[in-house]
Nanobody, 122 residues
């Protein structure tokens, strides 16, 4: 099986910074992409940032250069550095990993983390 462990959420004042991390462990053969999504009550999951195994990075339109996604491949970990946070960034942030497992290397499977709360408020 595969486990995702997220860390780094919390409360921060507007204009502040937070760093999120997501570590994947278990019977992982290959990771194709690692992504961060966020969700607020009554809304769909919204892509925050993604990074592929080839290093291709995408950000949601609202990021506007404030966030940086990075990946530590040997540790199967993805980080999200968030700067200049705004109250509208308040949400539960979820890690999503697209991977294949040793039990079936030809099949891609998506795993989601448990979510971590980010609250931006004065």
């Amino acid at each position: 099986q595969v486990q995702l462990v997220e860390s780094g959420g919390g409360l921060v004042q507007p204009g502040g910074s937070l760093s999120l991390s997501c570590a994947a462990s278990g019977s992982i053969f290959r990771i194709y992409a690692m992504e961060w999504y966020r969700q607020t009550p009554g809304k769909e999951h919204e892509l925050v940032a993604s990074i592929t195994s080839g290093g291709v990075i995408n950000y949601g339109d609202f990021v506007n250069g404030r966030f940086t996604i990075s990946r530590d491949s040997p540790k199967n970990t993805v980080h999200l550095q968030m700067n200049s946070l705004k109250p509208e960034d308040t949400a539960v942030y979820y890690c999503k990993v697209d991977l294949s497992r040793y039990s079936n290397i030809g099949a891609r499977v998506v795993y989601w983390g448990q979510g971590t709360q980010v609250t931006v408020s004065s």
